[in-house]
């Protein structure tokens, strides 16, 4: 089902480590998948995309990783910043329409 | 803009009043989404809407919250009646539908202070 008012789990991570954000989805009709970044006061913005005929994708210092065996989800973050700290999102879309569903989110917190 | 936008960015009412919560989705956008943020959680689903078919409503918390989306573009969510706890951030977001594997574009969502 959709997230409801969870509380956001909190990942921290020192300053030029790498980071792995996990993400369980629900749907085994999904085929297409997103990471959002959310930092404060603003709107969640697109990270990076999937789709299910995929296992991995990488973009610039992000990458993520499908396995659809066990519907998960990760997002990788390679030398992480201080700007990097904002709450992440997972999104799985299925259908004719592609309708997106959000997962709980983690608060990414990197310290120095 | 190009973006989605969202109007006014804040507000604050009174305990018991009715709301309006507007969202002006990118333009040719045929799927509407509203979310509930409330602070340090994640993204509570309220109602979707994909082109001329009915929408999803199942999110919604409440026969006090209630949206529509006229002539496929703009949309409104009104919340009657309100309470303290709808005090939240209200996000649309807004995506093609056509190509399916697009993502969703957010607005900077509508800050809900209810007094």
């Known amino acids: 089902g959709e997230s409801v008012g969870l509380h956001l789990p909190t990942l921290s991570v020192q300053e030029g480590d790498n980071s792995i954000i996990n993400c369980a989805y629900s749907n085994s009709a999904s085929d297409y998948f997103i990471w959002y970044k959310q930092e404060s006061g603003k709107g969640p913005q697109f990270i990076i995309d999937?789709?299910?005929?995929?296992d991995k994708r990488q973009g610039q210092r992000v990458t993520v990783l499908l396995n659809k065996t066990v519907k998960h989800l990760s997002l990788q973050i390679a030398a992480t910043q201080p700007g990097d700290s904002a709450v992440y999102f997972c999104a799985e879309g299925w259908g004719s329409w592609g309708k997106l569903q959000f997962g709980a989110g983690t608060q990414v917190v990197v310290t120095p | 803009g190009a973006g989605v936008s969202q109007s006014p960015s804040n507000k604050v009412t009174e305990k018991g009043k009715d709301v309006e919560l507007r969202c002006d989705p990118i333009?040719?956008?045929?799927?509407l989404y509203w979310y509930r943020q409330s602070l340090g959680q994640g993204l509570e689903f309220l109602i979707y809407f994909q082109g001329n078919s009915a929408p999803d409503k199942s999110g919604l918390p409440s026969d006090r919250f209630s949206a529509e989306r006229t002539g496929g573009s703009v949309s409104t969510l009104t919340i009657q009646r309100t309470q303290q706890e709808d005090s939240a951030v209200y996000l649309c977001?807004?995506?093609?539908?056509?190509?399916?594997?697009?993502?969703?574009?957010f607005g900077q969502g509508t800050r809900l202070t209810v007094v």
């Open positions: 333009s040719g956008h045929t799927a």
């Open positions: 977001a807004s995506s093609p539908g056509q190509p399916r594997y697009t993502e969703a574009f």
């Open positions: 999937i789709r299910s005929n995929m």
